[in-house]
């Protein structure tokens, strides 16, 4: 009966996307009034689409608005924005830069422009459309709906999030303009440009956790902490401003922040923060419930997968432990040291060609570390392969790794 059900829902699925097909070939072939207005019908349902988070949904009908109204700056614009939400970041890009190829005062998709260009680290783009908009522009118009983008999450990355109002969105112009300034290390220029963002709009929470942020990254502990309560006494439970407040207290009110942190459940960084400390007094069991809590918020943190395996490591559980460093090294190929962890793993549990496979593979890429070579070294010698073995422990002793001496010594001269 369940595989009936898939049937016809596949069934139904095919006919309504066949029905659609010859519908939108039919619009084609309409007279150009009518054309833009079944345009602007798919343009609302776009609009409902993305309202609901439906961003997949809402592009397609935008894309149908586009190719029955290619004159519209807006449509271009809002289907830019849904393929950013939708993490098509290029896509993004492309339309924008038509929704001003239409419109060239489209300021509005000017600003997300200049915000794809931040999140593709083309800082120096970035900065400059972000003045050209802070020189030129005193009000946004636009009849599309606008996706809030100086919005943050819990690590203090600019998202979309929310409905932004016209007014706001200078005082974001600057605060964006004032991260970009922060990556290319023009510290003056950035703290100005957080304050007018903060006298354009004093009641973001975010803004001021961001400031913050950058005064503890200049050693400004005064500022910032003055900045993280000034958040509190906007949202009481700002989880960043609480996250930050909490390394800049003394133990009764750090216990507090805990409390409102750790008691809610839900904020993955304090959950991350305390298995770190547990893990360092040693307490792995602690440490293990910790950052099963932190990934079961946010299953896809490379550093917490990494570092959970490591705990799992220390409680003799390599095999969950492998697990949990391939699932973090695929999560964010970057952190090549995983393969190492893996093959330390695989030493624990006496397969040693596997130690050295993955040992090999972190070695491609960052050939310097002796103590590598050291721990591949042992595996060689470990699986009898007493020729890889002098050879990588001679590599070890060169790069400094001392340890490495006696074991060298021992297989080297069995080779003599």
């Known amino acids: 009966m369940r595989m009936q059900k898939t049937h016809l829902w596949l069934w139904m699925f095919i006919v309504a996307f066949t029905i659609e097909g010859f519908a939108q070939r039919a619009d084609l072939n309409a007279s150009p009034a009518e054309r833009k207005r079944i345009a602007e019908d798919y343009y609302q349902k776009g609009n409902v689409a993305g309202r609901r988070g439906q961003f997949p949904l809402a592009v397609l009908y935008y894309d ?39 419109n060239p005062e ?13 999140k593709q680290k083309n800082y120096k783009q970035a900065a400059t459309d972000f003045t050209f908009l802070i020189n030129n522009v005193e009000t946004f118009e636009t009849k599309a709906i606008v996706f809030k983008g100086a919005s943050y999450d819990e690590k203090g990355e600019m998202i979309f999030s929310g409905i932004a109002t016209l007014e706001d969105m200078k005082a974001d112009v600057y605060l964006a303009r004032a991260m970009t300034y922060e990556q290319m290390g023009f510290n003056t220029p950035t703290i100005l440009d957080f304050d007018k963002a903060i006298e354009l709009n004093n009641h973001e929470p975010n803004y001021y956790v961001q400031r913050g942020l950058f005064k503890l990254s200049k050693e400004d502990a005064e500022g910032a902490e003055k900045d993280f309560r000034s958040a509190l006494e906007i949202d009481q439970y700002h989880r960043l401003a609480l996250y930050n407040l909490s390394f800049l207290v003394d133990d009764k009110e750090k216990d507090e922040i805990n409390k409102i942190l750790y008691g809610v459940g839900d904020f993955a960084m304090a959950f991350s923060r305390r298995a770190f400390e547990n893990y360092q007094k040693g307490k792995f069991e602690e440490a293990l419930l910790d950052y ?6 946010k ?4 550093n917490d997968l990494m570092n959970r395996g490591m705990v799992k490591a220390k409680l ?35 397969n040693y060609p596997q130690a050295v496979t993955y040992y090999q593979r972190y070695l491609r890429s960052e050939k310097g570390d002796g103590v590598v070579y050291y721990n591949m070294g042992l595996a060689y010698m470990k699986a009898h392969k007493d020729d890889e073995a002098c050879e990588s422990l001679r590599t070890a002793y060169d790069l400094g790794e001392e340890r490495a001496e006696p074991a060298l010594e021992q297989v080297c001269f069995k080779l003599e």
């Open 64 to 102: 149908s608005a586009v190719r029955l109204f290619g004159g519209s700056s807006e449509y271009f614009f809002a289907r830019g924005q849904a393929k950013e939400l939708a993490d098509n970041n290029i896509g993004a890009l492309t339309d924008f830069e038509a929704a001003l190829r239409v």
């Open 106 to 118: 489209n300021y509005t998709a000017l600003f997300k422009r200049a915000l794809i260009y931040h």
């Open 292 to 297: 099963d809590s932190a990934l079961m918020i």
């Open 299 to 302: 299953g896809d943190n490379a």
């Open 316 to 350: 003799d559980r390599h095999k969950a432990a492998i697990k949990d460093f391939e699932n973090s090294v695929y999560t964010d190929n970057t952190l090549v040291r995983n393969f190492v962890l893996i093959g330390n793993s695989y030493q624990e549990l006496n």
